[in-house]
């Protein structure tokens, strides 16, 4: 079964831009992840797939400031212009077969 | 349009049974995986198991496995996460997550807005 692994913490300032990581085990490289966002005392939201080419696919009403992209095992969630409702948790999810995992999360602060 | 809308929050004692939903719309319910999902206080997300309603096929996590209690309501097109016996430590926010599924990959696409479960003596 994959392990993805994500950083604690992130943060930057206001208009600047951020990237976070997901980091597939080893064997799984190639696998496909979710990136999800989930802001304080909310429900968590589905961002984008994204695919170990770097293609991606985003969710309805994602905004253009949320991008992904892939290098080998790492998955990268890029905000550009950074707001203050971007300060959340965010998760990435990969899959293999029926059974599902959840990355520990990071934590985004805008400065 | 794809909405999940879980029941409201709970608190219970521990030993009691309990039995909390999610009922979709917007979409062809038997087609579609719905996950469940626990938070606990100030962690992250935690994969409890999935349901394929129109089979049923349902698959739990290892850590879940014979603790909870996944089922389907085609009827009423409402998947449902239950206990026998709650424990303090089954305090939690637990939300259901409709699976999309594109090229071979599916993942959770649609959450609904979560359910609070308090267990305490």
């Known amino acids: 079964q994959p392990v993805v692994t994500q950083s604690s913490s992130a943060s930057a300032s206001l208009g600047s831009s951020v990237k976070l990581t997901c980091t597939l085990s080893?064997?799984?490289?190639?696998?496909?992840i979710a990136w999800h966002q989930q802001q304080p005392g909310k429900a968590p939201r589905y961002l984008m797939k994204?695919?170990?080419?770097?293609?991606?696919r985003k969710g309805s009403g994602v905004p253009d400031r949320f991008s992904g992209s892939s290098s080998g095992a790492d998955r990268y969630l890029t905000i550009s212009n950074l707001q203050s409702e971007d300060e959340a948790d965010y998760y990435c999810?990969?899959?293999?077969?029926?059974?599902?995992?959840f990355g520990t999360g990071t934590k985004v602060t805008v400065l | 349009e794809v909405q999940l809308v879980q029941s409201g929050a709970e608190v219970k004692k521990p030993g009691e049974s309990l039995k909390i939903s999610c009922t979709a719309s917007g979409y062809n319910f038997p087609t579609y995986w719905v996950v469940w999902v626990r938070q606990m206080p100030g962690e992250g997300l935690e994969w409890m198991g999935n349901?394929?309603?129109?089979?049923?096929?349902?698959t739990y996590s290892p850590s879940f496995q014979g603790q909870v209690t996944i089922s389907a309501d085609m009827s009423i097109t409402t998947v449902f996460l239950q206990w026998s016996s709650l424990k303090a430590s089954d305090s939690a926010m637990y939300y259901c997550?409709?699976?999309?599924?594109?090229?071979?990959?599916?993942?959770?696409?649609?959450w609904g807005q979560g359910t609070l479960v308090g267990v305490s003596s």
């Open positions: 080893s064997g799984h490289s190639t696998y496909i």
């Open positions: 999810e990969t899959w293999d077969g029926n059974t599902r995992v």
């Open positions: 994204l695919e170990g080419s770097g293609i991606y």
């Open positions: 349901i394929y309603p129109g089979d049923p096929d349902i």
């Open positions: 997550a409709r699976l999309e599924c594109h090229d071979g990959a599916c993942y959770s696409a649609y």
